[in-house]
């Protein structure tokens, strides 16, 4: 995720003065689905996760974020918010920003505005990017993408994650995830613990997500 809005916070001082400072603790809502619509938020601290809820019930993932990513910028194009709903992973702290004070701070600040398009397109090519490993790669490639993406910052390769998380951002089923997991361990790719997987073989996750 892009951290283009956080240096830009440094920058002007209209930015820092104008945000509301919020604190979450791990499993607390930050917002509903739909109360995206007033405001862009900035991850300060912690990690947040962007999900919706499906017809059946089911919780998909949109993206993990992690400190200077924002989310919350369709509110700067009009017309409500879509459905999505924020949760903090771990306890985080959230900067946010009314949509209308961003939309002055950018109509007299140019960096300001360029700054925010490119964070925004980062944005969309990113779930454009999201959409393609969807339709074009196996679940096997993509939980091992998943899991090369949540490791590469963790000490020892460590991920603590559970089976119906990793579910959730790859938009499949537990059931599909633990098999595959299985699999992976069988072939020395990964072993897990309670609530933790550790990568050990890298270039062999690597092969199987199709990078190298």
Same mark, same amino acid.
């Given at each position: 995720m892009t951290r283009i809005f956080d240096r830009?916070?440094?920058?002007?001082k209209q930015v820092g003065e104008s945000l509301i400072v919020r604190s979450f603790d791990a499993g607390e809502t930050v917002c509903e689905a739909g109360e995206m619509a007033r405001s862009l938020f900035l991850v300060a601290s912690g990690r947040v996760q962007l999900?919706?809820?499906t017809r059946d019930g089911r919780r998909f993932v949109i993206a993990t974020l992690g400190p200077g990513s924002m989310f919350g910028e369709e509110s700067l194009l009009g017309g409500q918010g879509p459905n999505t709903?924020? /949760?903090a992973l771990e306890p985080c702290t959230i900067w946010e920003m009314p949509s209308q004070r961003v939309m &002055?701070?950018?109509s007299t600040d140019a960096l300001f505005g360029f700054g925010l398009m490119q964070a925004m397109g980062q944005?969309?090519?990113?779930?454009?990017?999201?959409l393609e490993r969807m339709a074009y790669s196996t679940v096997s490639a993509r939980l091992a993408a998943?899991?090369?993406?949540?490791?590469?910052d963790s000490p020892?390769? /460590?991920?603590?994650?559970?089976h119906q998380e990793l579910a959730d951002m790859l938009g499949t089923w537990? &059931?599909?995830?633990?098999?595959?997991?299985?699999?992976?361990?069988?072939?020395?790719l990964i072993a897990s613990g309670r609530r933790q997987l550790t990568l050990l073989d890298i270039e062999g996750l690597q092969f199987e997500a199709g990078e190298v």
């Open positions: 830009l916070v440094e920058q002007n999900y919706r809820t709903s924020a /949760v &002055e701070i950018s944005r969309v090519l990113e779930a454009e990017n999201q998943l899991l090369l993406e949540l490791g590469q020892g390769h /460590v991920i603590h994650v559970t537990r &059931e599909t995830v633990s098999k595959t997991l299985q699999e992976f361990r069988r072939r020395g």
